[in-house]
């Protein structure tokens, strides 16, 4: 079937820029993940939903960053005034029910502001 | 917080080699301990996992056994091949947890 899909793959925009990442996640989901990638580190959690809702969204690093989920699938990662510190990779991952299973990653958006 | 370690890159074997990358973990509690591997051009993709103490997680013959007296997770492989070339990442979600937490990853290449 289908894995995580992530649109777009790469986002090249202006300082001060208003941006939008999508995920769809793997049919039936219910909980999904993004984190973010910056170059030759791990990946670091940013919010977590469980169907439309946002169960943890303690790993956004200030409030230009806000996601959505409002079906309950596909979510939106949002990042107002965009700053060159914001480039890295964002990815979103899904996984059946919960974090302690198996987490399906997308091939994440690059995002690189100048 | 929770915090994983794992070995810098990168490491460069020959083919046929032993592989180790070692990971270390801090958590209050018992989480489960995760691998993901990264190949070239590709996405994050579970390698094996283990979610409790002494439980050895193995794929493609790669095996790591979870040690809660030492807090460790450390990968091995006996016979690498140059496909095993990645970035491996070790990582832990906390039992009522939700999130992974990753460590800095281990870049692997290795030469035929």
């Known amino acids: 079937g289908a894995g995580v899909s992530q649109t777009p793959s790469n986002k090249v925009t202006e300082k001060g820029k208003y941006v939008e990442l999508r995920c769809d996640p793997i049919?039936?989901?219910?909980?999904l993940y993004w984190y973010r990638q910056s170059l030759g580190q791990g990946p670091e959690f940013l919010i977590y939903?469980?169907?439309?809702?946002?169960?943890?969204d303690s790993g956004l690093p200030n409030d230009r960053f806000f996601a959505v989920r409002p079906e309950g699938s596909v979510s939106t990662l949002k990042i107002q005034r965009t700053e060159r510190g914001d480039s890295a990779v964002y990815l979103c991952?899904?996984?059946?029910?919960?974090?302690?299973?198996?987490?399906?990653f997308g091939p994440g958006t690059r995002l690189l502001v100048l | 917080g929770d915090s994983v370690t794992q070995m810098e890159g990168p490491v460069t074997l020959s083919e046929e080699a032993f592989l180790t990358i070692n990971c270390t973990y801090t958590?209050?509690?018992?989480?489960?301990l995760f691998w993901y591997v990264q190949y070239p051009g590709e996405g994050l993709q579970l390698l094996l996992k283990a979610t409790k103490a002494d439980d050895k997680g193995s794929n493609k013959g790669f095996e790591a056994t979870y040690r809660k007296e030492t807090t460790s997770f450390h990968l091995e492989k006996g016979s690498v091949q140059v496909s095993d070339s990645a970035v491996y990442f070790c990582a832990l979600v906390q039992a009522a947890g939700n999130k992974l937490t990753f460590g800095g990853g281990t870049r692997v290449l290795v030469k035929p």
């Open positions: 939903f469980q169907g439309t809702g946002a169960a943890d």
């Open positions: 958590a209050t509690g018992y989480p489960s």
């Open positions: 049919s039936g989901h219910t909980a």
């Open positions: 991952a899904s996984s059946f029910q919960g974090a302690r299973e198996t987490q399906y």
